[in-house]
């Protein structure tokens, strides 16, 4: 199949390559700032490798059999956090879906999982595209032209969807202002502290600022009290007139699907509350933002996509039924996902014995599946570097399940992988009605991989108005 049509094709920005893999003092720092640039071309080949560091037993799973042991056929025996990611997310999520294992993770993610079901769908749609719209309303006031940091704005306007989604529409800004804020306060901190224990450095959490540990401690309280001011409010009769994801967790799935409920008690359903919020606001900020990047360095690409939203909306806001006549925008977000996962690196630890290809996986070894590089695999892909929708149109084979994997697979899969796919879908193609965005010249973007992978130092963009 010439996939191809003989045109150039963009080869988007990428992390440098070390010619031999491997984390040494040298380049300690640069895995600081970004956690795949110790990979080599080996790593972009192999279908498994381990290694061992300070002592450490580590397991690279980097095929779609390997993957599908670790997060399917044997996950019981596979930990979703080490004790060490525990304590880092503890704080702020409690005993939340995400750092959970065993029972507790079963009971949650049963007890979460109504809110995410089909039938609630159309209602979350409505506010991600009234949201997008709020936003291109607020560029339509800058003059032409107005830079903006695109990152910045995505994030932003999904927290404002998600906030929406888990609270309602009447919670003031205020409130709003003081979650977002606390937040991104307790990411600065745990950044640090994540890549340390996700290698199994502790000594680098150390390097963690103690001002920033009492920063992030004041931030966790501001969360949790607004939070639970909200739910106080709730529990007083003060409801939202639509279903909120909080109200789904305190009251169980009320009416939408008609199945029974599964209410949590108060502490339980802030937990994951944040939980929500912290998953679904980041990661598809980050998505959002690396798509923009993409379409300006693609003209095919986006002349394509604008197309198909202008001829299916005819300038209409989208609705959810849309989002199936989208095909080429939806491949294009899922391209971007392909290339920028906003989740590169997932981790999981062995509790028993077991043996993967061959090789004997020990108790305790920290088993790495990293998006990044299975979804740049020189064996499993055509062009893996370049940046091409097309693969993700109906009528070309999808790539195996356990090979792309942005949302993760298996049991731990992301909830909010459908709420996702939506959100991104209806906010590029409400703003890519009246936008097009440009880098400026002589920028020049580059990767931050720490917690969730995005443009260094945010991404500045130039607005167009197109009507
Ligand atoms: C483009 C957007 C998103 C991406 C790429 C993404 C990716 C992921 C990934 C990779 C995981 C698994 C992490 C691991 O195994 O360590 C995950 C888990 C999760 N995500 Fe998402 N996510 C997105 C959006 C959302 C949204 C919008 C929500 C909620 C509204 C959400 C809620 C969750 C939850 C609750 C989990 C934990 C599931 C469990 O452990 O059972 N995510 N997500």
Known sequence: MNMYDNKPLFIPVTTPRPLIFGLSLWNMSGFRRNMLS????????????????????????????????????????????????????????????????????????????????????????????RSAVEMADRWQAMPNGASVDVLNEMARLTAQIIGRTVFGDDVSDEDAAKVVNGFTEYQHTINQIDYADTFGLPFLRGLVNPLRRRKAARATAEVHQVIDQIIERYQQGNKPDCLTLLSVLLDGDVSASGKGGCPLHTEAARNEAIVMFMAGHETTANALAWTWYLLDGCDRSRDKMYAEIDQVLQGRTPTLEDVANLPFTRAVFEESLRLYPPVPLLSRQAREEDEIRGAKVKPGTIMLVLPWLLHRHEKEWDNPEAFY?????PGNPRPDKFLYIPFSVGHRVCLGLRFGLTEGILCLATLAQRYRLRLPENHKVDIECRLTLRPKDGLPMILEKRL
């Open 38 to 129: 110790i990979w080599s071309d080996k790593a972009y080949r192999a279908r498994k490798l381990s290694f061992k560091l300070l002592n450490q037993d580590y397991f690279l799973c980097n095929s779609p059999d390997t993957v599908r042991r670790v997060f399917l056929d044997r996950h019981d025996i596979y930990d979703k956090k080490s004790p060490q990611m525990r304590n880092a997310l503890e704080p702020l999520l409690g005993d939340g879906l995400f750092v959970s294992d065993g029972e507790l993770w079963r009971e949650r993610r049963k007890a979460c999982s109504p809110p995410f079901e089909s039938s609630f769908l159309p209602g979350f749609a409505a506010i991600m595209s």
């Open 389 to 393: 929708p097309e693969r993700f149109m």
